[in-house]
């Protein structure tokens, strides 16, 4: 029987690719993914639709969301993986708060290779440079304390098997 649950967190500005390594995360350990966007509330789609950045009211409710949802799976026993924005220190102290052993991969990039892979996408509810800027300007990047950082100029899968070697070294110390 499991004992322990895996909670990850895959967080970088909008555009590093949370969805797409953190789905191939969760595949390769059986975990769930959740993608945080998708409970952001009404209001604040509206509002990032309209192009005007999100400020820390407006993502209170969002992170409590997403820190209930790490307690959920925890007392399930089930392994998750979310991605999030979690742009400052403070919010990923709160999913911390609901998932102790949260291990966060910070996915991280030039202004460059996000505006040209946001160009890329028709389908999400956050565009144009100034809503990337606002991100960057709010983005408080974690350490090495605090976070493994990975590339996105490199392929997924690497920065997911790196990503998994990494966080099996540390439990095994």
């Known amino acids: 029987m499991k ?15 949370k969805s797409h390594i953190g789905r191939q995360l969760a595949a390769s350990l059986g975990a769930t993914f959740i993608d945080g966007d998708d409970h952001h509330g009404p209001d604040n789609i509206a509002k990032m ?20 949802l790490y307690r959920q799976y925890r007392d399930q026993g089930r392994d998750l993986v979310i991605g999030c924005s979690a742009l400052k220190r403070r919010y990923r102290d709160q999913l911390r708060e609901a998932a102790p052993d949260l291990a966060i991969l910070y996915l991280a990039g030039s202004r460059e290779v996000l505006l040209e892979r946001l160009g890329s ?53």
């Open 49 to 68: 639709s309209r192009g005007e950045p999100l400020n820390d009211d407006d993502r209170a409710a969002w992170l409590a969301t997403l820190a209930d």
């Open 3 to 17: 004992t322990t649950a895996k909670s990850l967190l895959v967080m970088g500005v909008s555009g590093s690719g």
């Open 121 to 173: 996408r028709d389908d999400h509810f956050f565009a144009g440079a100034h809503m990337l800027d606002s991100q960057l300007a709010t983005l408080e990047p974690p350490g090495e304390d605090e976070a493994v950082l990975a590339d996105i100029r490199r392929p997924p899968q690497a920065i997911v098997e790196d990503f998994l070697a990494t966080i099996s070294r540390e439990a095994s110390d």
